[in-house]
């Protein structure tokens, strides 16, 4: 289900907004100015990072999903190439710099909080495995060694990709 917006002041002037149809939906809209607010999706970045037969996770350490299995990654910054934001967010969970082979794929899921993931493949290239930032635990697992308990749906889909098709 969708989450719920709010948008019950006008961020240009301050006025209290109405609901009104604007290009096909029902949006705050501010009768003073005539400001519309609009409700854009997050955009995240992941690296689905592998090394030979392993791929790498990490144990979420806080909401959502705190405590099950996840791929590195996070928000992008308003000013942030998605491709640099996986790196960093890479870098920031796990202590491994990355190179980024491709776009492993773009996700999206209302589930997750209806935001935009855009799924890098990559390899390390150095650092030492540390878990850090907002992460409990970072390991690498095998085909036969990957935890039940993951979370979202691009953790999921890329790693039933990766053990049916041997993606690396």
Known sequence: MPQKRAGNFC???GNKTEQ????GRTRP?????????????????????????????????VEPGLGRWALPGGYVEVDEDPFEAARREALEETGLKINIAGLAGVFYAQQDGGAITIAYAAHHIGGDLQA?????????????????????????????????????
Not at 36 to 58: C, E, N, P, Q
Not at 147 to 154: H, I, M
């Open 11 to 13: 961020p240009n002037c």
């Open 20 to 23: 009104h149809d604007k290009d």
């Open 29 to 61: 809209v501010c009768p003073a100015c005539g400001f519309v607010i609009y409700f854009d999706a997050k955009v995240a970045a992941i690296a689905f990072i592998t090394d030979g037969d392993r791929v790498l996770l990490i144990k979420r350490g």
């Open 132 to 168: 850090g930032d907002d992460a409990q635990a970072a390991e690498w697992f095998t085909r036969a060694t990957l935890p039940t308990d993951t979370v979202f749906a691009s953790t999921k889909t890329l790693l039933s990709r990766w053990v049916a098709m041997g993606y690396r």
